[in-house]
């Protein structure tokens, strides 16, 4: 069974900042990509960032280089440093895993984020 586990939620003003982190416990499997999505009442969950294991990144729009995802894949451990945020922002944010061979994904349990105008 694996485990994936988000910290860093919270409440923060406009203009704010925070840093979300998830990580992987449980049962040791390669993963491939990890991403954040969120998703907002009342809409559908979507696309923050993404990282490869190669490193390689992929944003949202919205994020306009507020964002920004790092870690390793390799180590099952991933950030998002969340810069100038907005009230549009607010949500609850799901760290997701796709292990190597495409055969299985996994969800968090999500950390919600509240920005404040």
């Known amino acids: 069974q694996v485990r994936l586990v988000e910290s860093g939620g919270g409440l923060v003003q406009s203009g704010g900042s925070l840093r979300l982190s998830c990580t992987a416990s449980g049962r040791t499997v390669k993963m491939y990509e990890m991403a954040w999505y969120r998703q907002a009442p009342g809409k559908r969950r979507e696309l923050v960032a993404s990282i490869t294991g190669g490193g390689d990144t992929d944003y949202g729009d919205f994020v306009k280089g507020r964002f920004t995802i790092s870690g390793e894949v390799a180590k099952n451990m991933i950030y998002l440093q969340m810069n100038n945020l907005k009230p549009e922002d607010t949500g609850v944010y799901y760290c997701?895993?796709?292990?190597?061979?495409?055969?299985?994904?996994?969800w968090g349990q999500g950390t919600q984020v509240t920005v404040s105008s």
């Open positions: 997701h895993a796709d292990n190597f061979e495409a055969t299985a994904d996994y």
